[in-house]
């Protein structure tokens, strides 16, 4: 008999997009050409990247002709401008659409997969760990859209798996900023949700602590705010410096 599998965390995924699709779906006209705070990038152009991202992590999900492995091989540093080039050629209820359907689908496809599979994205990820990157991809663009229609919105508790994720992927944002991790240094997160919930991440020995806002904190860690926007986190240590100066959950 096949053990069956807890897809269930796909439902958080449900969650945001539903938050974002209420917001997009009242778009029209020239507010689809509104810029947002991705330099260069207007309301169509951020919405396109993130359905394009979509059917890239489908085909990666499902070994598809657009696995983000090929299409790195094919377009090189140009992937993500393909995406919003080919948004751009379209209308914005037509971008919309394309981004509902290509969610979809890619939803579907996770709670289909195996949730023991290891997802080639980046260096590779679990299946919960692909689910969590593709909610964070969802609220940091989100964002983007939200701030140029002047509708910030709420953080929710789903602030925790992106915080899970920012801490995660420290390694990789260090690497990517190419600097050391001082030797015999610890961190960890002590962060608060909006209605006061407590996350910690790291040893409770560790020797460096950030401390604060979630929201901030992942704002800062999708790098929507500067670290003089972020600056009322506090920072003790080395370490905690350079995670709060380089943190990095994306690609």
Not at 6 to 18: G, I, K, N, Q, W
Not at 220 to 230: G, I, M, N, S, Y
Request: a negative charge; glycine letters at 8%; hydrophobic letters at 40%.
């Amino acid at each position: 008999m096949v053990q069956s599998q807890d897809h269930s965390f796909v439902e958080v995924l449900d969650a945001e997009y539903t938050d974002l699709a209420s917001v997009v779906t009242s778009i029209a006209g020239e507010q689809w050409n509104l810029a947002t705070s991705a330099q260069g990038w207007s309301i169509k152009n951020s919405l396109s990247h993130l359905a394009d991202t979509e059917e890239i992590a489908r085909h990666t999900l499902t070994g598809g002709p657009r696995s983000l492995a090929k299409e790195v091989e094919r377009l090189g540093d140009r992937v993500i401008a393909g995406g919003v080039a080919k948004g751009q050629a379209m209308t914005g209820a037509d971008v919309f659409r394309w981004f509902e359907e290509a969610s979809d689908y890619n939803r579907a496809a996770l709670r289909r997969t195996d949730t023991n599979l290891r997802v080639p994205w980046g260096l590779g990820m679990s299946w919960r760990s692909f689910v969590t990157a593709r909610l964070m991809e969802l609220w940091a663009h989100g964002l983007e859209i939200r701030t140029a229609l002047h509708e910030p919105g709420t953080d929710t508790g789903r602030l925790e798996y992106i915080a899970w994720l920012s801490f995660a992927t420290l390694p990789y944002a260090f690497d990517v900023a190419r600097v050391e991790i001082p030797a015999g240094r610890s961190l960890r997160l002590e962060l608060v949700g909006a209605e006061g919930q407590e996350w910690n991440f790291g040893t409770d020995d560790a020797t460096d602590i950030i401390r604060g806002d979630a929201g901030l904190w992942c704002r800062r860690a999708v790098q929507r705010l500067t670290v003089e926007e972020a600056g009322d986190l506090k920072r003790t240590g080395p370490l905690a410096e350079l995670a709060f100066r380089n943190a990095r959950c994306f690609l």
